[in-house]
């Protein structure tokens, strides 16, 4: 929350902020800046005022809470994958110890391992991509349709604000109000299509059997698209011929109370008929007046509106656009995971079927030495699977 420095009740709409944030189930630090503060410390190197703009406790969150899951989010990734390469490693190595240990279950041990090399060579090649594109296909319309309802109701929301009020008083505060409600479908649309497209690896990966250790997928920025979004803005002043025109209707509605007025004269005695006639002339006039402001303020909502919906429509179509793209990369990123790692346990239940073959040909002496060697392997493989 900025600029602490011009509200002296600051304090309190943190209180009623917090409280808004709790009712909706949200967990998340609020913090109370100022920017204004900052400078000025910077300015006078004063710690003190430094203290005052809570830019300290900012660095401090964006250090431990931004950064610091960063790190933690690599440092998974990284022993997801140690998991993966270990988990292999020590297969084949327990194969080894068995074909040692029992020569005479190697056949059955690398038939085993065999099959295993054949069902990963199917899985690499086989219908999971169908099962795949078809999630893909599902998500892009999913993902689609999410953001169309957002930008519709963003619409139908927006003309209802402009028929509250006159757009040429509000315009400023409505415009605002138009950025923030664009952004917030962006990122709403944005997280649909990350929960949607873990999920879809989820499937993916325990259909077929291949582990999944999350997505590293380039994610489109919502700002970079709202920024070739062209601004909501629309001129409600006059031309000169809108000027003309109103200068016209102005005297067209004059005019009318002293045709009443003459029109009375001619009824009544000029005595008579002329108080009457200016009283009905003014009442007319002002009332017409009314109507001629009201169709203008009519006139200016309407001009708004479709303002609107040509920025919503903009908005719309590069936010889809990015989707569209991000999709496509999801796809190409998840078909070469799910292939890369069929193809990782392919080759390694092939090296597993052939270790198990040499290890059983060997003489007992050589058998004997290979057992303490895998031993030690193995003892290796548990610490790197601890770390």
């Known amino acids: 929350m900025t600029k602490i420095d011009l509200y002296a009740e600051w304090r309190r709409i943190v209180e009623i902020n917090q409280g808004h944030l709790a009712r909706a189930g949200l967990d998340v630090p609020i913090l109370a800046v100022s920017s204004f503060l900052r400078m000025h410390a910077h300015a006078?190197?004063?710690?003190?005022?430094?203290?005052?703009?809570?830019?300290?406790?900012?660095?401090?969150?964006?250090?431990?809470?931004?950064?610091?899951?960063?790190?933690?989010?690599r440092l998974a990734a990284a022993r997801d994958e140690l998991a993966f390469v270990v988990a292999q490693l020590r297969e084949r190595v327990q194969a080894e110890q068995a074909a040692a240990a029992a020569?005479?279950?190697?056949?059955?041990?690398?038939?085993?391992y065999v099959e295993k090399s054949r069902r990963s060579a199917q899985l690499g090649g086989g219908s999971w991509r169908t099962v795949l594109g078809d999630g893909i296909q599902?998500?892009?319309?999913?993902?689609?349709?999410?953001?169309?309802?957002?930008?519709?109701?963003?619409?139908?929301?927006g003309e209802e604000l402009l028929d509250e009020s006159?757009?040429?008083?509000?315009?400023?505060?409505?415009?605002?109000?138009?950025?923030?409600?664009?952004?917030?479908?962006?990122v709403d649309n944005l997280m649909l299509l990350v929960s949607r497209t873990e999920?879809?690896?989820?499937?993916?990966?325990e259909q077929f059997g291949i582990e999944y250790d999350g997505l590293d997928v380039d994610l489109p920025s919502p700002d970079l698209a709202l920024r070739k979004v062209d601004e909501l803005d629309v001129s409600f002043h006059k031309s000169g011929l809108q000027k003309f025109v109103g200068a016209f209707t102005a005297a067209r509605l004059s005019y009318g109370g002293f045709y009443i007025l003459g029109a009375m004269g001619a009824m009544f005695s000029v005595a008579v008929a002329a108080p009457l006639g200016l009283l009905a002339g003014m009442t007319l006039g002002r009332r017409l007046m009314r109507m001629e402001r009201e169709r203008q303020v009519q006139q200016r909502q309407a001009q708004a509106k479709s303002e609107l919906r040509?920025?919503?429509?903009?908005?719309?179509?590069?936010?889809?656009?990015?989707?569209?793209?991000?999709?496509?990369?999801?796809?190409?990123?998840?078909r070469d995971e799910f292939a890369a790692r069929a193809q990782e346990v392919e080759r390694s239940a092939a090296a597993t079927a052939a270790a198990v073959r040499e290890t059983a040909a060997l003489s007992p002496d050589e058998r004997h030495?290979?057992?303490?060697?895998?031993?030690?392997?193995?003892?290796?493989?548990?610490?790197?699977a601890a770390v």
């Open 44 to 73: 006078k190197n004063s710690v003190t005022l430094n203290e005052e703009s809570a830019f300290p406790r900012l660095v401090d969150v964006l250090r431990r809470e931004v950064l610091g899951d960063a790190v933690a989010s």
């Open 138 to 157: 599902d998500l892009t319309a999913d993902i689609d349709h999410d953001l169309r309802e957002r930008l519709r109701l963003m619409v139908r929301k």
């Open 369 to 384: 030495r290979r057992a303490a060697t895998l031993a030690e392997q193995g003892r290796r493989l548990e610490q790197l």
């Open 310 to 334: 040509r920025y919503v429509d903009d908005v719309g179509f590069h936010l889809s656009r990015d989707s569209r793209e991000a999709v496509r990369r999801t796809q190409r990123f998840l």
């Open 166 to 186: 006159d757009p040429r008083d509000t315009w400023r505060d409505f415009q605002a109000w138009a950025a923030r409600e664009a952004t917030a479908a962006a």
């Open 103 to 112: 020569p005479a279950a190697a056949p059955q041990i690398a038939q085993r």
């Open 199 to 205: 999920q879809l690896a989820r499937d993916v990966a």
